[in-house]
């Protein structure tokens, strides 16, 4: 059983920034993947940021210039650096992790609420 902490949402400002944080632990053998996604009020959850093991990250068109995503693999853990933030960037924010025999396992979510 793999259990993902996630922290470091929060209130913030239109133009602030916020650094979430997801540190899996538990009977993990080795990670392929460790991503972010969101979900806002009334809309489909969808990926903010991915990063995969030996390729580039990729990034939703609308975090792109604003949005970092780092891996520490020693300690198990992805962080996204969020700068500029928007209230559009309002939402719940879900760690997702996929480790190499391709299981998914998610975090419980941390709100992230941008005002104008």
């Known amino acids: 059983q793999v259990q993902l902490v996630e922290s470091g949402g929060g209130l913030v400002q239109a133009g602030g920034s916020l650094r979430l944080s997801c540190a899996a632990s538990g009977r993990i053998f080795r990670i392929n993947s460790m991503g972010w996604y969101r979900q806002a009020p009334g809309k489909q959850r969808e990926l903010v940021a991915d990063s995969s093991s030996g390729v580039m990250p990729n990034y939703a068109d609308s975090v792109k210039g604003r949005f970092t995503i780092s891996r520490d693999n020693a300690k198990n853990t992805v962080y996204l650096q969020m700068n500029s933030l928007k209230p559009e960037d309002t939402a719940v924010y879900y760690c997702?992790?996929?480790?190499?025999?391709?299981?998914?396992?998610w975090g419980q979510g941390t709100q992230v609420t941008v005002s104008s």
């Open positions: 997702k992790v996929v480790t190499s025999t391709w299981y998914e396992y």
